[in-house]
């Protein structure tokens, strides 16, 4: 076995957490590096030996204890440690004088090949690249191939100094197409790629972003910014060997288009009152050429709080089935395509069913706004002595029922109430029932009319009584959770510590999937677990 593991590190983390302990909260999931992320995800300690910045794509390699590490890290600064990166710009080579700085700083080897020395240092909270001292960091560049006016550059790197290859890149006038922080042209996504490494004796590499080998699709800026996107989520799967059927490939809240794998079908959401442009229809078109998603179905959607029950849906050709299943977590679900807009899932949630499995064995599990039973299979299956799932929907607690079929768990001894959830708590109450654990996600907003009487519920005026109810059924813990958009983790936090006092503590949820955002990003859904 080898003494690292070889990741391939997506864009938008760091290599280790930047959190200070000022920053730590115990609700907080402090796996906000990639070291961190992955050593929580595989179940062993990594330890850094080298880093990427937070926009660099590739292969990384962790060591799998601290002696490995220390002696990893002295041959990279030994030099003994060879790298390889790819990067793209959209600017030419600079034409050069010959003049002093100049032959002190490049050597060309060829029109096409060429190396750059300077000193690079930190200068406040910058690393610049000095050509007036003795230089410190060495950087061959090796022109593969132009597109346009976009060219790919491989960058071998013979020294290890921070942005070197960066720095170096913006000197020759070739700056990395969106880094912006270098002189590079602003773009979605910063195009440095770590494509090979060697380390005693071992060499590993992993496959550049697809934009790196059709260069013509950065034309398309829109498309680029969505191929990154799902960039990300491959190179997540690709670390822990996941076979993914359930996944959201694309999912930002300044971009109209939200995409999610539900098995076989991709469901993609417009979150606009009209239909895409033609140039935003070829631009999606494009993406469902190369990622080759032929079952699909699109649902134009006004903005939130406008017309959130009209149907405008394009699909593809066969047309995708009105109901399908699929797998997540090695649970079996149904989705469907006639009942809404949501097609029976939501997948913010996948680690917290997860985390519910796994800890429910033996214990009676009370399920609110339980919509289509997600956390109730997830508990029935790893073992819980009774699950009730309420929800004020006959429809859904019938869907329900279905996926307790479809995973071979017999309905008895659990129980599916169609009740309001609050009078459901306020029935347990008084009769003394008691759940070690209460799991309540509730709406934000929702209009009920049960036995002729009409309700409207806010979360932001119902939330006390409502965590309050749970406490006096719940002996063990709630698990919590909203989408209300003006309400930060922390908020949600403080609001349950302020709500139960001192007889509850208020703890992380299981660290979040990559596939929504990334850490120490705002987050729409939030979660919380409140230890009785």
Not at 151 to 156: E, S
């Amino acid at each position: 076995m080898s003494s690292f593991v070889w990741a391939d590190k997506p864009a938008g983390l760091t290599t280790h957490t930047s959190l200070n302990e000022s920053d730590r909260r115990p609700w907080t999931d402090t796996n906000d590096g990639f070291v961190e992320w992955l050593s929580a995800r595989l179940g062993i300690p990594l330890f850094p030996v080298h880093r990427l910045d937070r926009e660099t794509t590739g292969i990384i390699a962790f060591a799998r204890d601290r002696e490995t590490a220390a002696r990893a890290r002295e041959a990279f600064e030994g030099r003994e440690v060879s790298k390889e990166y790819l990067l793209v710009t959209d600017r030419a080579l600079k034409t050069f004088t010959s003049t002093a700085a100049f032959t002190s700083t490049f050597k060309f080897t060829s029109e096409n090949e060429f190396e750059v020395s300077s000193f690079i240092e930190r200068d406040g909270n910058a690393f610049v690249s000095r050509k007036d001292r003795e230089p410190n960091a060495h950087t061959k560049f090796e022109k593969i191939r132009t597109e346009g006016r976009f060219t790919l550059w491989r960058a071998i790197p013979l020294t290890g100094k921070p942005h070197q290859i960066r720095l170096h890149a913006e000197d020759a006038g070739i700056p990395l197409l969106g880094d912006s922080q270098h002189a590079g042209t602003e773009f979605p996504a910063v195009c440095l790629h770590a494509n090979k490494i060697t380390l005693e004796g071992e060499t590993h590499s992993a496959p550049p972003p697809i934009y790196f080998e059709k260069l013509d699709l950065l034309n398309d800026r829109r498309l680029t910014r969505w191929l990154a996107s799902c960039d990300r989520r491959e190179r997540t799967n690709r670390n822990v060997h996941v076979n993914v059927q359930t996944l959201r490939w694309l999912h930002t809240e300044s971009d109209p288009l939200r995409v999610e794998q539900l098995g076989e079908v991709l469901s993609l959401n417009w979150f606009r009152d009209t239909y895409p442009t033609d140039e935003e229809w070829k631009s999606i078109t494009k993406l469902l050429e190369l990622k080759n998603w032929r079952i699909w179905y699109l649902q134009i959607r006004a903005d939130r709080g406008k017309d959130p029950h009209t149907d405008r849906t394009l699909h593809s050709e066969p047309p995708p089935p009105e109901r399908w299943t699929a797998q997540e977590n090695e649970l079996t679900y149904e989705f469907r395509r006639e009942t809404g807009l949501s097609p029976g899932l939501f997948l913010d949630q996948r680690q917290n069913r997860k985390w519910i499995q796994e800890t429910s064995a033996g214990q009676r599990v009370l399920n609110l706004f339980c919509y289509t039973g997600g956390f109730s299979v997830a508990a029935a299956s790893g073992g819980a002595a009774q699950v009730v799932s309420v929800d004020v929907s006959k429809t859904f607690l019938d869907w329900a029922k279905r996926n307790f079929e479809l995973n071979n768990l017999s309905i008895e001894p659990h129980e599916f109430r169609a009740i309001d959830s609050g009078e459901y708590l306020a029935w347990a109450a008084k009769k003394g029932l008691k759940f070690e654990t209460v799991i309540c996600d509730p709406p934000s907003f929702a209009r009920t009319n049960t036995r002729g009487k009409s309700k409207v519920f806010k979360i932001e005026n119902e939330f006390e009584t409502l965590l309050k109810a749970c406490a006096a059924v719940a002996t063990k813990r709630i698990l919590f959770s909203t989408n209300f958009e003006q309400w930060t983790l922390d908020d949600l936090a403080k609001r349950a510590q302020s709500a139960l006092g001192a007889r509850a503590r208020v703890v992380a949820t299981p660290s979040a999937d990559l596939d929504f955002e990334l850490p120490r990003q705002p987050r729409n859904m939030k979660s919380i677990v409140i230890e009785l």
